[in-house]
């Protein structure tokens, strides 16, 4: 049976060399290669699982796979503090982040 590994991977979308194989091949960030590579590596694993040890549906269902999160935009308003330095004027922008 497949090993219990868990691990988190950052990647930053940092662009591909214009004159490399990866560019070539389609991958315009170093990011999009990271999760094709993840995705062989995961059907790889699936392959090679013992055929009699489990049922066709329990390998199909052996969670080998990954998600892919991005960073957004942040929905939180930016502190922008107070021009005139008054307890008034910092308890007026603190309740605008209610």
Not at 38 to 56: G, Q
Request: overall charge positive.
């Amino acid at each position: 049976m497949a090993a219990n590994r868990r691990f988190v991977l950052v990647q930053i979308p940092e662009p591909t060399p214009e004159d490399s194989e990866a560019r070539k091949a389609g991958f315009q960030t170093i990011s999009q290669l990271t999760r094709k590579r993840l995705a062989l590596i995961s059907e790889h694993c699936r392959r090679r699982l013992p055929v009699n040890s489990i049922s066709p549906a329990e390998k199909a269902s052996e969670d080998l796979g990954f998600r892919v999160f991005k960073l957004a935009e942040s929905h939180y308003r930016r502190w922008r503090g107070v021009s005139d330095n008054t307890w008034a004027s910092a308890l007026k922008e603190m309740e605008l982040f209610r």
